[in-house]
């Protein structure tokens, strides 16, 4: 279970609420929690790979390729994506970022 989490908390920035899909799994983890892989459990250990495998999937990057960067913020946080467009003439996220109040505390334009 450990390595599972490692590995999916490793690309947890490209799955939309992973903290709360993997909260089941975590709190299997809590000392003197019986082990018990129920129904919840086990959404929990699929959905995350069904996550990855959706759109939007990061394209590579390709250096010689112009990019875009698109911003959003609010009082809640702020959070970035930045585009490529690919050979379909589409635009295509090539990496994410999100910061919370809590980190733009720390974090340096």
Same mark, same amino acid.
Request: aromatic share 10%; proline share 7%; glycine share 8%.
């Given at each position: 279970?450990?390595? =599972?989490?490692?590995? *999916?908390? &490793?690309?947890?920035? =490209?799955?939309?609420? &992973?903290?709360? *899909? ?7 983890? /809590?000392?003197?929690?019986? =082990?018990?892989?129920? $129904? ?15 759109? $939007?999937?990061? +394209? ?9 960067? +698109? *911003? ?10 930045? /585009? ?7 635009? +295509? $996220?090539?990496? &994410?970022?999100? *910061?919370? $109040? ?8």
């Amino acid at each position: 279970m450990k390595s =599972f989490l490692g590995l *999916t908390g &490793y690309i947890r920035q =490209f799955m939309p609420g &992973y903290s709360k *899909t993997a909260k089941p799994l975590s709190d299997m983890l /809590l000392n003197g929690v019986e =082990f018990e892989f129920g $129904p919840m459990q086990r959404q929990a250990f699929d959905r995350p790979k069904e996550l990855l495998c959706q759109s $939007p999937a990061l +394209h590579i990057f390709q250096q010689c390729e112009p990019l875009e960067l +698109h *911003t959003d913020a609010s009082s809640h946080g702020f959070g970035e994506v930045l /585009l490529q467009r690919s050979d379909d003439g589409q635009l +295509h $996220p090539i990496h &994410y970022m999100k *910061t919370s $109040p809590q980190q733009q505390k720390t974090v340096e334009l």
